[in-house]
């Protein structure tokens, strides 16, 4: 993201920096003082018994920093990720060691799993008692050794300045990430004299983010010589900001273009280009153009197993282009023939200069074709309330322009096909971990980056209840978020999958015991909303969208959907399953 | 193809660097047959030495992904230069009688290996070599009775030729 291998601190909170240069402080001074310098005003944190001196240091400097409690760590660092996506920035979270970072755990892989910057701070034991399995020690860089960009244990406090540095600009470069920082109590306790250096330089860590001219060019080449190119854009395009200059290639090629799960909002939704997303549950136009295309050009985007299908299958007509930050994920999965290593800003910005102007031919006829036929549909009905004529009203209501988070599964899906985006930033759901109880916290983050937009969490009534507790904290706060609960009695995807190939085994899916989510919310001083009939959808929207305050609205939907088209795991793209139309 | 790759990896010296690179090689399925790990010339950096099999597009991503770790400076796959490598072996063979000594003794001198330490019953036998050498010697050996054995592992460097040296391939950037 950054251009090369220096950062500048943000010039708007130069103002907070306190005059320490020079001076002897304790390791919880510099700690905090390193992350208002690098920009933090706000961060996601969790007390305990090894952290309290930085949360004293933090409360001496409560105007500058705001720290923000969630009721679950987990919570916190989904928290810290969607506020990551919707402001670009780094994301925050200092939890306790022990149960504070193993209740992590789950949001570090999240963020890191779908590319968010983050830097998660757990405390430790003091360095005389680790390896002692002292009171609260878990060995938080090894439990997340596989699940982070990189991490580090604090030894000396004159160390932290460095490290702090370097994690920031590690979790924002390159292919973002996660980078965790491990924080022994001594350390905090213990002085040194502090040093800033205002640049950072790694000399392990060279991110490639100028793609080189020669790859752009034969891109640009095999863009003049292919007759049915496509752009398969994901998540790496969001991250870059690089939506203009790909609007910019399309206004200027007329390539039709599916965007995956994680890039919804990064190339309009109502563009007559707009093929939806591919995939399992993606529109029959988007995975058929795979399958008659000559040219895949992916930019940021990594083959995930969803989006292709049966591998040996996929695409089977045509050459690979792979624009990509991250070297490995090029060639991970398919073979690609045109690599480009770069950042996506920057490799589409020159590709615009090189490549051919291209008319609109018979590959565009077909598709415009196509897309009268092959996008998302469903059977209306008045008798029960379907979840995709819920999620249209959303989208109706919100005038496209709301900010969606989904917890998982059907409702995911659902979500990701009826509401449009035409914008970046504005999705925010757990792609490649696929993990329930994001999409509530997540909302949190993106109001608190966002607190004039409106933010709408999907949720299930399975995944809801897996962060059920952050009621607490939207109240406390006073975030107007909006949740949006299709309920169906299952864990409906997992539903789906047993009635489709277990005959029917509903094996632990039906949830029992659900509680009356209106008066859930009420008990924690939010609004809460039922609509239990199709005519009641619009009503107890229009009331849930204009209550100023966070609500919960209950929406019991037709219990036995299905989401369609669907390409059952291990067939190809063009084997998909659709709604039968009575 | 499934070959024979030795990758050379240049880290830095820091504590719980080999954890984050047996992590990796864990974690991703990659076989390898061994991994050994020294300080070099400068003492910041240490190099990893992995021998490891598979075709073309494991070894780009073992080599991608090893790039890919922060503490990580350069990764290098010495099979595709001219190089010399070397493992060290430890071996204690079975020689109980005065004519299996000399047979065995015999073995070790065609091999130009070294005996190092005897018993009545035993030999221990020290050979360097590459890994056709070390792996001859051990099938020359093996049917006097093998009692122990400790590999070292290879390593691995790139050779010169009139001032120029032969540093393999850097592990291609896509």
């Known amino acids: ?582 | 193809m499934n070959r024979r790759h030795i990758i050379s990896v240049l880290v830095e010296n820091h504590f719980g660097v080999l954890a984050r690179i047996s992590s990796l090689i864990a974690g991703r399925g990659f076989n390898i047959d061994s991994l050994t790990v020294g300080e070099t010339e400068d003492p910041t950096v240490s190099r990893m030495t992995i021998v490891t099999r598979g075709d073309e597009q494991i070894i780009e991503q073992i080599t991608k992904q090893l790039n890919r770790l922060i503490d990580v400076i350069k990764v290098t796959d010495m099979t595709e230069c001219a190089h010399v490598e070397r493992e060290l072996v430890l071996i204690k063979v079975a020689a109980p009688t005065a004519q299996t000594r000399t047979e065995v003794v015999q073995v070790v001198d065609v091999f130009r290996a070294r005996v190092v330490d005897m018993s009545t019953a035993t030999l221990t036998i020290e050979i360097t070599g590459d890994s056709e050498k070390v792996d001859a010697f051990i099938e020359m050996i093996e049917p006097f009775g093998i009692k122990e054995m400790a590999r070292t592992g290879s390593v691995a460097m790139g050779r010169e030729r009139n001032g120029k040296s032969s540093r393999g391939v850097e592990a291609k950037v896509a």
Not at chain 1, 558 to 574: C, I, Q, R, S, Y
Request: net charge negative; with cysteine.
């Open chain 1, 1 to 582: 993201m950054a251009d090369s291998g220096t950062v500048k601190t943000a010039d708007n909170r130069a103002f907070w920096r306190r005059d320490m240069e020079g001076k002897e402080c304790t390791g919880a001074e510099i700690l905090v003082e390193c992350i208002i310098r690098e920009g933090v005003d706000l961060m996601f944190g969790y007390p305990g018994g090894v952290v309290l001196k930085v949360f004293d240091e933090l409360y001496a400097r409560r105007d500058q920093i705001r720290v923000v409690l969630p009721r679950h760590e987990q919570a916190g660092v989904h928290a810290a990720d969607g506020w990551a996506k919707v402001t670009g920035k780094v994301g925050t979270v200092f939890v306790t060691s022990g149960p504070g970072a193993t209740n992590a755990v789950t949001g570090i892989a999240t963020a890191q799993m779908d590319s968010v910057p983050l830097v998660v701070f757990t405390g430790q034991v003091s360095r005389e008692l680790i390896g002692s399995d002292a009171f609260q020690e878990t060995d938080a860089i090894g439990v997340t050794r596989p699940i982070v960009k990189h991490s580090y244990m604090i030894e000396r406090p004159q160390d932290i300045a460095r490290i702090v540095r370097q994690a920031y600009y590690i979790a924002s470069t390159g292919r973002p990430g996660v980078v965790l920082v491990d924080v022994p109590k001594n350390v905090t306790f213990e002085k040194a004299v502090f040093e800033w250096a205002e640049t950072v330089s790694i000399r392990s860590y060279k991110p490639t983010t100028e793609g080189h001219p020669k790859s752009i060019q034969r891109l640009a080449d095999a863009i003049a010589e292919s007759k049915r190119p496509y752009l398969y854009v994901g998540g790496g395009v969001v991250m870059a900001n690089a939506s203009d200059h790909l609007l910019e290639l399309v206004n200027k090629t007329n390539i039709p273009v599916t965007t995956t799960l994680m890039a919804l909002g990064a190339f309009p939704g109502t563009h007559p280009l707009f093929a939806g997303m591919p995939g399992m549950h993606g529109s029959k136009l988007a995975n058929i153009c795979f399958q008659e295309c000559d040219l895949v050009i992916a930019v940021g985007a990594r083959f995930d197993d969803r989006v292709t299908g049966k591998l040996s299958a996929f695409a089977p007509k045509a050459k690979i282009a792979h624009v990509d930050i991250d070297p490995s994920s090029i060639k991970k999965t398919v073979k690609v023939d045109y690599p480009v290593v770069g950042d996506a800003h920057w490799v589409l910005r020159e590709l615009n200069k090189v490549v051919k102007p291209r008319q609109p031919n018979e590959w565009n006829r077909m598709f415009a074709e196509m897309k009268e036929t092959h996008w998302f549909r469903y059977r209306p009905s008045t008798e029960v309330m379907r979840p995709q004529y819920v999620i249209e009203k959303i989208y109706e209501m919100t005038k496209g322009d709301a900010i969606i988070s989904t917890e998982v599964g059907q409702i995911q899906m659902w979500a990701a096909q009826f509401y449009k985006f035409d914008r970046p930033r504005r999705w925010l759901t757990s792609g490649g971990l696929g993990t329930m109880g994001y999409g509530f916290p997540a909302a949190i983050g993106a109001q608190f980056a966002a607190p004039d937009a409106m933010v709408i969490d999907i949720a299930g009534d399975g995944s809801i209840q897996m962060n059920i507790q952050e009621l607490t904290t939207v109240v406390e706060n006073r975030l107007p978020v909006k949740v949006v609960i299709l309920n169906n009695g299952y864990l409906g995807m997992v539903r789906q999958w047993q009635e489709f190939f277990y005959d029917r085994h509903y094996s632990s899916s039906v949830i029992g015991g659900l509680p009356d989510f209106a008066k859930v919310a009420d008990a924690f001083g939010a609004k809460g909303l039922t609509a239990r009939t199709h005519d009641d959808v619009v009503p107890v929207l229009e009331e849930g969208l204009a209550h100023p305050g966070p609500v919960f609205m209950d929406f019991h939907i037709n219990p036995e959907e299905n989401v369609f088209p669907m390409v059952p795991a291990g067939k190809a793209l063009d084997e998909m399953q659709e709604e039968e139309w009575a």
